[in-house]
C-alpha cells in the first residue's frame, strides 16, 4: 500500500491551498483517511479526518478554514485550505486507515511542506 500526496506550496498569509493524496495497493476497505500535520519542534496533530460516509473530524484551530473531502472510488482524500495563517505552517502528512486480512493498518504519506508567510 502506497499513500501519495500532493499540493503543498508557499502561500501569503489569508491564501489558499488544496492538497491531494490517494492511496494505491491491494486492500479491502479504508475505514478512515485524514490528515495531520507536524510543526518543527512539535508532536504530528491530527488536522482533520472523513469517513468513507463522509462524517468529518477537524481540529479546533481549523474550523470553518479548511474541508476534507474524499473520492472513494479514487481512494482520493482532499484537504482545501482558506484563509491560510502563518502558524499553519508545517509539514502536512497523509495518513490512511486500511483494511486487509480482517485486520486494520495505518499507512502515512511522505509528507508535503505548507509554507504561510509574507
Known amino acids: 500500500v502506497q499513500v501519495v500526496e500532493s499540493g503543498g506550496g508557499s502561500v501569503q498569509p489569508g491564501g489558499s491551498l488544496r492538497l491531494s493524496c490517494v492511496v494505491r495497493g491491494s486492500f479491502f476497505s479504508i475505514p478512515v483517511m485524514g490528515w495531520y500535520q507536524q510543526a518543527p519542534g512539535k508532536q504530528r496533530e491530527l488536522v482533520a479526518s472523513?469517513?468513507?460516509?463522509?462524517?468529518?473530524n477537524y481540529a479546533d484551530a481549523v474550523k470553518g478554514r479548511f474541508t476534507i473531502s474524499r473520492d472513494n472510488a479514487k481512494n482520493t482524500v482532499y484537504l482545501q485550505m482558506n484563509s491560510l495563517k502563518p502558524e499553519d505552517t508545517a509539514l502536512y502528512y497523509c495518513?490512511?486507515?486500511?483494511?486487509?486480512?480482517?485486520?486494520?493498518?495505518?499507512?502515512w504519506g511522505q509528507g508535503t511542506q505548507v509554507t504561510v508567510s509574507s
Open positions: 472523513i469517513t468513507p460516509g463522509g462524517t468529518t
Open positions: 495518513n490512511a486507515v486500511v483494511t486487509m486480512r480482517g485486520s486494520r493498518y495505518n499507512y
